[in-house]
């Protein structure tokens, strides 16, 4: 059966940008593009990233994009954070939440964050202890569960092992990363029944890139299995610079639209959402990834 109500995780300025080649994005487009989300009605905003900037320069001005926001007082506003010295950095910046990130591939791990997975996964207890004593919560992610882009082949058992791990020590919610878009609706049902055994299915987020256009499908099925979390990006913004070709995660405005056809509350204005992506696709140059904005702007 499908939720009634669905919580939305505003990926834009991070996932989106972070991939963005070319010149890096300015920093007051990126604070007017969080605030602008903030208005449209999304209280998830995943902002930065406190990573090193010599891998991702695209977020290299996380500090000052923390800083510049004028906040809403009833918005998360959320970081990536691979270790330590990045999450005294985000605290230091005043998020309000943090999110770990791994991989169920270990290819992919030292790819990403130079480690094996075990060695990240050791690398997250000391960081949970310190965001507990912040009264921060932490998130995780769990990288290439439908595929990886130098493994291939990921199975749901190799998944649910790095989202139970996250899980236990202490995230609040594990996010389940299509990262390079591969899957498709059974193979994402079977993997959210093997992640759902070791970890409660409302602890679960669908975080699915759009490369092989699946995304949406793919939703779908796992909304059928209750997962009530779903991670987009306005204007299908982005990608990961450490998957290549991978596009975009799925569309906000394409999600919204499903969420709507289903009867499904978000309290996000679909109408505000898609004026915000055609004004960061112009920004930026590009015609928005949406199939929903394209077709609503048309009108
Ligand atoms: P490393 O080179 O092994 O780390 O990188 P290190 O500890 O040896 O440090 C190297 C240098 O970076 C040092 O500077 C550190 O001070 C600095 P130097 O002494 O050479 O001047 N440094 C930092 N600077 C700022 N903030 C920090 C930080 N840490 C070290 N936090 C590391 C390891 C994890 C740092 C690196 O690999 C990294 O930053 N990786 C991040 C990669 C990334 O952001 N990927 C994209 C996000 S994940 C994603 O998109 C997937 C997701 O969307 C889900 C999905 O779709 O699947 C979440
Ligand atoms: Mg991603």
């Excluded at 990573?51 to 996380?62: E, R």
């Excluded at 070791?198 to 699946?214: K, R, S």
């Excluded at 610079?241 to 009867?263: F, H, I, R, T, W």
């Amino acid at each position: 059966t499908l939720p009634q109500r669905v919580r939305l995780v505003e990926m834009a300025p991070r996932d989106g940008l972070q991939n963005e080649p070319g010149e890096v994005v300015a920093t007051d487009i990126k604070i007017e593009l969080i605030e602008r989300l903030a208005r449209a009605g999304l209280t998830h905003i995943e902002a930065t990233s406190f990573v090193s900037p010599k891998w991702v320069p695209q977020m290299g001005d996380a500090r000052e994009v923390m800083a510049g926001l004028q906040r809403a007082p009833n918005v998360t506003y959320s970081a990536l954070t691979p270790n330590l010295k990045g999450l005294e950095n985000a605290l230091e910046a005043r998020v309000s939440q943090v999110a770990v990130f791994a991989a169920a591939s270990e290819a992919f791990s030292k790819k990403n964050i130079n480690c094996s997975i075990d060695e990240s996964l050791a690398r997250f207890e000391p960081m949970m202890a310190r965001a507990f004593d912040a009264k921060v919560r932490v998130r995780g992610y769990v990288s290439c569960v439908l595929g990886c882009p130098y493994e291939g082949e990921i199975t749901p058992r190799q998944v649910a092992r790095v989202a139970k791990a996250l899980y236990e020590m202490g995230c609040f919610e594990v996010s389940l990363g299509d990262t390079i878009g591969v899957g498709t609706p059974l193979a994402a049902r079977r993997m959210i029944d093997e992640v759902a055994r070791v970890v409660p299915v409302e602890h679960l987020a669908a975080h699915f890139h759009d490369t092989y256009g699946m995304a949406i499908a793919n939703l779908f099925a796992v909304l059928e299995q209750g997962v009530a979390v779903i991670d987009a990006s306005t204007g299908g913004l982005g990608g990961c610079p450490y998957a290549k070709g991978a596009s975009g995660n799925v569309a906000m405005e394409d999600v919204l639209y499903l969420l709507e056809g289903l009867g499904i509350e978000t309290g996000v204005d679909l109408a505000a959402v898609v004026e915000t992506g055609e004004w960061i696709s112009g920004k930026l140059g590009r015609e928005s990834a949406s199939r929903v904005a394209r077709a609503m702007s048309a009108r």
